[in-house]
């Protein structure tokens, strides 16, 4: 039975102060920005891995108690709170593939049950709760696509689940998902890329019977590449307001759409970079979210405003914020030094788990260096020591929608402990700068990454920075890709490799991935494999694995299901088969791993290849 340990007070894993600083920054207790329940805000859900491995925790803030209320050997982070606060919804797959059901857990704590037992596994497309019992559930299979559930279950959160009722209201072959309900349950609000573009999404409001309302549709069709994301609808009985992202002025930015008066308002919240938002829990104010070159903060604004006004956080990365029914801000903060902390705009630290806190890193320095597509950003972290040049690693970010910000990261800080500078590159195809920059990256995947990433190579040796005998290039997921990719097509540049859960072989991934990855990389390429195979084969590691000439060091979860076992092992067997150097390190769990030794563990494995093939780093106990 899942559920049954108190707070996250007692910890087995080694004490802190005896292990190195590195791994001290794993092992300190995190948490993350605790969501609470609409209509009992003084419930609560986070996720921690105060035990050793991250799982969901209930809080309750009026006595205090923290309950544990999943364990499993894999983690579990996917939950959330029914609007009354009565139970705790959690996503249950195995070992990490991602693909499974929905559970349920009584929020006191008590036996699971499935909230769905009539719908079968699959891998998750949104969910949305009702207040009257109901709920909106996303699913993706590779036989049915998309497919959107109305889940009907009388009295609220609790009671058995025998007599769920289920009706299918949406199926599609492209990809799609919840987005929300409104206050009421009358209306859903849906993300869809029936236009065959799965990085430009639609949106479709439509009725519990599945009839449309209103259509919101700026790739008219798939002919422009601008996008509309489900912010949310507003939190107020009766208002059919929503929330909704769009791209029209060439970046990120919040508008408000009412589905059924066909209207649509602009706000006036003219800042640089990206900006997202979230309803204040009224509805009479957003909550913003400001996203700039690579740092991020928060505003207030109310809709009829000349401007937005500034909700004061320190410098560096908001990761997550939500307003409070009193009017404070709870926000998730770090920044590259300092570790991650819950705080309120009251002053207060919010959450603060037991144990002893995370070691500070040194700062990021932030450089521009001019490229083939524009300006690229880069982060650099050095040893606080010497002048370098150092022994150089390129951190690649994932994504590759995604980018590296001012924020707290274990990884990178080990490098630096054990000698080594730290540079991470926000390459043409990340997010934070635009719309253009984001998508540049079309047809010629993974080689426009890593001309960028060559360009902020080039000034990292010219000015002194690394060392030319002595850069790795690395990263995880997409960043594991670009690796791989890097090290066959610029294999004078880098010394070494190191490749977490990587695509290795374009081909096979894209058969075995999830299907919404297959949209995805239909969209970036222009077709499947059989459609554009030229395309396919200049973008896959595979096709240049005999020039590597770098020792590569490769991770791999054995159940993942976006870089899939089957292809890692394809390229794998091309490396051995020509006796290239490298290290393969299989473990059991699928893009990633939730278990914190796990973590220590691989990170160890890749410091000691690295001090192995290049020397002059610090020892291991740095």
Known sequence: MEGMSESPNVSTRPELSTTPEWEQRFRAPRVSLPDWAEDAPDRSLFVSNATGTYELYAWDRVSGRQRQVTDRPNGTTDGVLTPDGEAIWWFSDTDGDEFGVWMRQPFGGGEDEPVAPSLAPSYPAGLAIGRDGSAVIGRSTDEDGTTIHLV???????????????????QHRESAGVGD??????????????????????????????????????????????????????????????????????????????????????????????????????????????????RS??????????????????????????????????????????????????????????????PPSVPVEDVWVQGPGGRIHALVQKPAAGDGPFPTVFEIHGGPTWHDSDAFASGPAAWVDHGFAVVRVNYRGSTGYGRAWTDALKHRVGLIELEDIAAVR???????????????????????????????????AWALGLAAVPVADYVTAYHDEMEALK????????????????????????????????????????????????????????????????????????????????????????????????????????
């Open 152 to 170: 009907r279950k009388p009295g609220g959160g609790g009671g058995s689940s025998e007599s769920v009722e289920t009706v299918e209201i949406y």
């Open 181 to 294: 309900l409104s206050h009421d349950g009358t209306l859903i609000a849906l993300e869809h890329t029936e236009h065959g573009d799965a990085m430009h999404s639609a949106l479709r409001v439509v009725r519990p019977d599945g009839s449309t309302v209103a259509e919101l549709d700026d790739t008219e069709g798939g002919t422009k590449e601008l996008g509309l994301a489900v912010l949310g609808f507003a939190p107020v009985a009766g208002d059919t307001r929503l929330l909704v992202g769009h791209q029209r002025r060439g970046r990120w930015e919040p508008m408000i759409w009412d589905p059924v008066a066909g209207t649509e308002t602009a706000l006036a919240v003219d800042l640089p970079g990206d900006v997202g938002a979230e309803w204040y829990p009224d509805g009479s104010a957003l909550l913003i979210e400001h996203s700039f070159e690579a």
């Open 297 to 358: 903060e928060l505003w207030r604004y109310e809709p009829g405003a000349p401007g937005p006004v500034r909700v004061e956080t320190p410098a560096g990365t908001v990761s997550g914020a939500t307003a409070r029914p009193d009017g404070t801000v709870e926000y998730l903060w770090s920044s590259a030094a300092q570790p991650p902390v819950v705080r309120s705009t009251s002053g207060a630290v919010v959450l603060d788990p037991p144990g002893a806190k995370a």
């Open 458 to 492: 080039d000034w990292s040796v010219k000015s002194g920075l690394a060392d030319p005998e002595r850069l790795v290039l690395a990263g995880g997921s997409w960043g594991g890709y670009l690796t791989l990719l890097g090290l066959g097509t610029q294999p004078d």
């Open 519 to 622: 949209a995805m990389d239909r969209t970036l390429l222009g077709g499947t494999p059989e459609e554009v195979p030229e395309r396919f084969e200049a973008s896959s590691p595979l096709t240049y694995v005999d020039a590597v000439r770098a020792p590569v060091y490769i991770s791999a979860g054995v159940n993942d299901p976006r870089c899939p076992i089957r292809q890692v092992e394809n390229y794998v067997d091309r490396l051995a088969a020509r006796g290239a150097v490298h290290e393969v390190y299989r473990y059991d769990a699928g893009h990633g791993s939730l278990v914190v030794e796990e973590r220590i563990k691989q990170v160890r494995l890749e410091l000691g290849f690295a001090l192995k093939h290049l020397g002059g780093g610090d020892a291991l106990g740095a």
